[in-house]
């Protein structure tokens, strides 16, 4: 099993710029999540997919849109990239539970210019 | 909503001493808890959690945490640090109120000197 995989692993954009990061698990998780880790402040939570066709934002949703294609896959993308975005972008996916683990991917680094 | 606060922001220790990382909780409800570890250029990797069913959780590579009601808090120890645990490490409680997502603290960075 790979888990959860993540593409690209390095990105750079200009300001302006369109981007949609991919996100794929084969765990059968119901649940998926993406995150974005900023130095100093954490992880926090952008969007999330509780089951296949939904999808519900998080904490820090402003310039962000997502698809759950499928069970399988978690797309995240950036309309018109902004120098705010700079960020390191996790996945995550899980059964879907309150004591359940997330399982994580190991990231998409993304600079914007 | 639940939160989670970790005091200190990097801590330091010599190769064989105690790992103590500190996490408190801020909770209405009964919190489910974890903690993850993150080495560089890495994803998150979980070490333990807290369901309720012990107060003292065993995880991986020796480290262990106890859950205290009475203090509001899950700190993670190690009894003899390794070099090889060098890593930021995170602590995060479960939101019932977005599909089970984590809400992270801000993380300590774990310095292990020789």
């Known amino acids: 099993n790979a888990g959860v995989t993540q593409t690209p692993k390095f990105q750079v954009l200009k300001t302006g710029q369109s981007m949609t990061l991919q996100c794929a698990q084969d765990?059968?998780?119901?649940?998926m999540y993406w995150y974005r880790q900023d130095p100093g402040m954490g992880l926090r939570l952008i969007y999330y997919?509780?089951?296949?066709?939904?999808?519900d934002k998080g904490e820090v949703p402003n310039g962000y849109n997502v698809s759950r294609l499928n069970k399988r896959e978690f797309s995240l993308r950036l309309e018109s990239a902004a120098p705010s975005q700079t960020s390191v972008y996790f996945c995550?996916?899980?059964?879907?539970?309150?004591?359940?683990?997330?399982?994580f991917g190991p990231g998409t680094r993304l600079t914007v210019l | 909503a639940q939160s989670v606060t970790q005091l200190g922001s990097h801590v330091s220790v010599s190769e064989g001493a105690l790992v103590l990382l500190r996490c408190n909780y801020s909770?209405?409800?009964?919190?489910?808890l974890f903690w993850y570890v993150q080495y560089p250029n890495q994803g998150l990797q979980l070490l333990l959690k807290?369901?309720?069913?012990?107060?003292l959780v065993k995880g991986i590579n020796g480290f262990e945490a106890e859950f205290k009601k009475s203090e509001t808090s899950f700190h993670l120890t190690k009894p003899s640090a390794h070099m090889s645990d060098a890593a930021e490490y995170f602590c995060?409680?479960?939101?019932?109120?977005?599909?089970?997502?984590?809400?992270f603290g801000k993380g300590t960075s774990l310095l292990v000197t020789p």
């Open positions: 995550a996916s899980m059964t879907g539970g309150l004591t359940d683990t997330q399982y």
């Open positions: 765990m059968n998780h119901n649940s």
């Open positions: 997919s509780a089951s296949e066709g939904t999808t």
């Open positions: 909770s209405s409800v009964p919190p489910y």
């Open positions: 807290y369901t309720s069913a012990a107060t």
């Open positions: 995060a409680v479960s939101a019932s109120n977005s599909g089970y997502a984590l809400n």
